[in-house]
């Protein structure tokens, strides 16, 4: 079956540290994958996007890999602050489709920067 | 800036009864989305519209129906609530073959008594 593996721990990083988070798929090849923010309470935030023939995407202080070889997409976040607490979501289009069926999402890593 | 409205926070509902969840988005998209989130269950998606008047089914629409008579309004409805459709619900616009990523709305907690 089709399934979507981040760590279901809580990650706790120390202020200034880079937060890594792991996304793991399994019996996709999906043509690119999103990641997401979510705050409690709230609807998941667009982070990035990468594509399969991309490597690596950066966005300020945020990094993307994508291996499509290992099914395994890293998301970085360098120089990690408090606010960066939240929900980090990844996600791909299970039909390689272009997202018109809906996306696929992992459940999340709860993501905790400590002062 | 892109947005997508969901007309209520938070709904509290008797089991049997009929349950509306509006969703409105300003931004044009064709395919706009119903998912619903749960505790160690994450996001599944219930409903889907590709167009006006089109929809399709996503992973559990049993229970659930919708509506998309306009092009900016996408309505969950469950036909008889049930304890088990206690939930977040949370509307979504975008994706399509741009890869355009999904806009969310702020989410509806519904409980059902």
């Known amino acids: 079956s089709q399934k979507i593996e981040q760590n279901s721990e809580a990650l706790n990083i120390q202020e200034g540290k880079t937060a890594t988070l792991t996304c793991n798929y399994t019996?996709?090849?999906?043509?690119?994958l999103q990641w997401y923010r979510q705050d409690p309470g709230r609807g998941p935030v667009f982070l990035l996007l990468?594509?399969?023939?991309?490597k690596e995407k950066r966005k300020e202080r945020l990094k993307v890999t994508f291996d499509t070889t290992l099914k395994q997409s890293l998301f970085h976040i360098t120089a990690s602050q408090p606010a960066d607490s939240a929900t980090y979501l990844c996600?791909?289009?299970?039909?390689?489709?272009?997202?018109?069926?809906?996306?696929?999402f992992g459940k999340g890593t709860h993501l905790i920067i400590q002062p | 800036d892109v947005k997508v409205t969901q007309s209520s926070r938070y709904l509290v509902k008797r089991t049997g009864e009929k349950v509306f969840l509006e969703c409105v988005q300003d931004?044009?998209?064709?395919?706009m989305f119903w998912y619903r989130q749960d505790p160690g269950l994450g996001l599944r998606l219930i409903y889907f519209?590709?167009?006006?008047?089109?929809?399709e089914k996503g992973d559990i629409p049993e229970g659930y129906s919708v509506s998309r008579e306009k092009k900016e309004r996408f309505s969950l409805i469950l036909e008889s609530a049930s304890t088990n459709q206690t939930s977040m619900y949370l509307c979504?616009?975008?994706?399509?073959?741009?890869?355009?990523?999904?806009?969310f709305g702020n989410g509806t907690r519904l409980t059902v008594t």
């Open positions: 990468i594509r399969e023939n991309e």
């Open positions: 019996n996709y090849s999906p043509a690119y």
């Open positions: 996600a791909l289009d299970p039909y390689s489709g272009g997202g018109a069926d809906g996306l696929t």
């Open positions: 931004m044009d998209h064709e395919n």
């Open positions: 519209s590709y167009d006006v008047k089109m929809k």
């Open positions: 979504a616009a975008g994706g399509g073959p741009n890869n355009s990523p999904l806009h």
